[in-house]
């Protein structure tokens, strides 16, 4: 094996914005992430709307023409 061209690896913390944190091993220092597995929907079964941009809004007209073009 060459020597000197594996990245050090460390004991690092991650620290999730819903305020979980575990330590692991990683070659980056203290992650930080938005969703991890406590707060993701798919594993908590609880559905998060997050929209910043107005996005929900605009799928939402979308659907709503597309079901009246279907309707009529």
């Known amino acids: ?3 000197k061209i594996h ?3 460390f004991q690092t ?3 999730c914005s819903c305020g979980e944190t575990f330590v692991t091993g990683s070659t980056s220092q203290n992650i930080h992430v938005e ?3 406590k707060c993701h ?3 908590t079964g609880v ?3 997050i929209d910043k ?3 929900v809004d605009k799928f939402m007209r979308r659907l709503d023409q597309t079901n ?3 309707t009529d």
């Open 35 to 37: 969703v991890c597995a």
């Open 7 to 9: 990245p050090n690896y």
């Open 53 to 55: 941009t107005g996005r």
């Open 47 to 49: 559905q998060k709307i």
């Open 13 to 15: 913390t991650i620290r």
């Open 1 to 3: 094996m060459k020597e």
């Open 41 to 43: 929907p798919y594993f």
């Open 68 to 70: 009246k073009m279907h």
